[in-house]
């Protein structure tokens, strides 16, 4: 199973509403990643966690809470979302440590709309 | 930070080789070069990736330069299915920080 699933596929929220996109993998990965993309941009990096524990955080605003409950679940806790905050949510995972080969295993994404 | 440039975009015919260069000139001494590429509507996928020498797999090969300041993608035969963005990206050794730079859009003409 190289499969990273993420759910759910499409999310539309108003600005005072609270979510969750959830990524989930079954490969034995201990390294899981957020990534921000709008439309015709690259994928940008949000969050990093290696070993459950928050290893790269690229000063995202606080109204984006990463939550890694295990080492399968990644989870991204959304509140007081803005409009410019629509975008593609990109999970990823891959080995971590000394084992990373940098081969990163992506999902087809959250596509959010904020209203 | 360690850079990667590439060409916004270039184009192939159908079943012909494609080169996608990337220049990395402030790459470090173990920096690993890796390529993704993603395809419209998908999460990026992992292509390939080396540190020194050049490295073939199913899907491609990558040319390192000698002096590792750039690199060069290789599609031996162009399919319409390989229409995708190609990104070249530098990952430090024992490191998860995965940064994607503007990536070039292939176009691949029938």
């Known amino acids: 199973d190289t499969e990273v699933t993420q759910t759910p596929k499409h999310l539309v929220m108003g600005m005072t509403n609270k979510k969750s996109l959830k990524c989930e993998q079954h490969?034995?990965?201990?390294?899981m990643y957020w990534y921000k993309q709008k439309a015709k941009k690259p994928p940008e990096l949000m969050f990093v966690?290696?070993?459950?524990?928050?290893?790269i955080n690229e000063s995202v605003p606080s109204r984006f809470s990463p939550e890694c409950p295990n080492s399968s679940l990644l989870n991204l806790h959304l509140h007081a979302l803005q409009p410019e905050d629509s975008a593609l949510y990109l999970c990823?995972?891959?080995?971590?440590?000394?084992?990373?080969?940098?081969?990163?295993?992506f999902g087809e994404g959250s596509r959010l709309t904020v209203l | 930070d360690a850079k990667t440039t590439q060409p916004n975009s270039m184009e192939s015919n159908e079943e012909e080789p494609v080169h996608l260069p990337c220049n990395h000139s402030t790459i470090s001494g173990t920096d690993y070069i890796h390529w993704y590429r993603q395809l419209p509507s998908q999460g990026p996928e992992y292509v390939i990736h080396g540190l020194t020498s050049n490295v073939n797999n199913r899907m491609a090969s990558l040319a390192i330069a000698e002096d590792r300041k750039s690199s060069t993608l290789i599609l031996h035969r162009a399919t319409l299915r390989d229409a995708a963005v190609y990104y070249c990206i530098l990952r430090p050794y024992n490191n998860n920080d995965m940064r994607f730079g503007a990536g070039t859009r292939l176009t691949v003409k029938p």
């Open positions: 966690y290696s070993y459950e524990k928050l290893s």
């Open positions: 990823a995972s891959s080995q971590a440590g000394r084992k990373n080969t940098g081969e990163l295993f």
């Open positions: 490969m034995g990965h201990r390294a």
